[in-house]
C-alpha cells in the first residue's frame, strides 16, 4: 500500500530538513538512526522558495522517496495568488515548470517522476494545460466529490493511455454513511462501496 502524508510542510531550509528526516528520512536521535513516520509520498509548499524543497528531493534520492508540491489547489480561494499573473503567465504555471524541472533526476523506467504536482480536479482547464506542460510529473487530483470535481473534470489530469494521476477522495468515502445514497450501510460497507462507485466513474471516462 502507498501512503501519502497530506502534511503541506514547507520553511526555511534547516527546518525543512529536519521535517523531511521526520517524514521521509531518518532523525537522528542520540547517535541513533530513527525512522519516525511510514509514509512513502508526502505533500509539500514550495511557496518558501527552492531551498525549501531541496532537503525533501535529497531525501526522495536517498530513501526512495515521493512529493506531491502544490501547483494548483482545489480550494475556492487558490486563484488569490496562484493565479496571479507574473510576467506573461500564472503563478501556477511557473510552479509547475520547477517541479517539472526538480523532478528530472527522479524519473523512473515507465517516464514518470517521483516529484509530483498537487492539481485540484475543480479547474479542469488549468489542469489540461499542466498535463501538456508537465508531462513527467504524477498529479495528486483533490477535489473528487464533496469539493465538487467530477469525474470528467479529471479526465484530463490523465495521460493518453489513462496514467499519471492518483485521484483522491476523503470526505466521499470516510464520511460515506452519511450520505442519504449509502442509508442503512454500516460505516465499513459504505466507504467500501462509495470507493468502489468512485473506481467506476473515474474508469468510464478513461
Avoid at 37 to 46: E, L, R, W
Avoid at 57 to 67: A, E, M, P, T
Avoid at 198 to 205: E, F, H, P, T
Wanted: net charge negative.
Amino acid at each position: 500500500m502507498i501512503v501519502i502524508g497530506d502534511i503541506k510542510r514547507s520553511d526555511i531550509a534547516s527546518t525543512a530538513e529536519a521535517y523531511s528526516d521526520a517524514h521521509i528520512g531518518q532523525t537522528d536521535v542520540f547517535g541513533e538512526k530513527i525512522t519516525f513516520a511510514q509514509t512513502d509520498f508526502i505533500t509539500v509548499n514550495p511557496f518558501l522558495g527552492a531551498d525549501s524543497i531541496e532537503p525533501f528531493l535529497q531525501n526522495c534520492k536517498n530513501y526512495d522517496k515521493g512529493l506531491f508540491i502544490l501547483v494548483k489547489t482545489s480550494n475556492k480561494g487558490s486563484g488569490d495568488f496562484q493565479d496571479l499573473i507574473i510576467g506573461d503567465k500564472p503563478l501556477y504555471e511557473i510552479c509547475g515548470e520547477y517541479v517539472e524541472k526538480w523532478g528530472g533526476e527522479l524519473v523512473g523506467k515507465h517516464g514518470y517522476s517521483s516529484i509530483g504536482a498537487v492539481v485540484g480536479a475543480t479547474h479542469p482547464h488549468v489542469a489540461e494545460k499542466l498535463r501538456k506542460q508537465m508531462p513527467h510529473t504524477f498529479f495528486l487530483v483533490p477535489g473528487y466529490g464533496a469539493q465538487g470535481g467530477s469525474a470528467a473534470d479529471i479526465a484530463v489530469s490523465f495521460d493518453k493511455n489513462g496514467l499519471g494521476a492518483v485521484v483522491n477522495s476523503s470526505r466521499g468515502i470516510i464520511a460515506a454513511y452519511k450520505s442519504e445514497k449509502y442509508s442503512g450501510m454500516g460505516y465499513a460497507e459504505a466507504a467500501r462501496v462509495a470507493a468502489l462507485d468512485m473506481k467506476a466513474d473515474l474508469s468510464g471516462v478513461l
